[in-house]
């Protein structure tokens, strides 16, 4: 298992366990951007390189995974969830 993976299945990550399914439900190259970004720190740049894509197709993976988890969250609570990408690197 890489980083991406140890970071969703850390038993100790204190998450929803709504939101923590809705990202296992995702795709696992979404799933690994989400887990870089949201849960390891990196910001668009180095989650782009780390995951071998471009930071453009990385920008739109991680509007478009933001927008699907806050539509799952919706729909299963009344409490819209955010992801924000933190803004400095690994």
């Known amino acids: 298992p890489d980083a991406a993976d140890l970071a969703l299945?850390?038993?100790?990550?204190?998450?929803?366990?709504?939101?923590?399914?809705?990202?296992?439900?995702?795709?696992?190259?979404?799933?690994?951007?989400v887990a870089l970004v949201a849960l390891e720190g990196y910001d668009l740049a180095s989650a782009a390189a780390a995951t071998g894509l471009t930071e453009a197709a990385a920008r739109s993976r991680w509007q478009r995974i933001r927008r699907r988890l806050a539509d799952s969250s919706r729909a299963t609570s009344d409490t819209a969830v955010t992801l924000t990408p933190l803004t400095e690197g690994p």
């Open 9 to 33: 299945n850390n038993p100790e990550l204190d998450i929803d366990p709504q939101l923590l399914a809705a990202i296992r439900a995702l795709r696992p190259a979404d799933q690994r951007l």
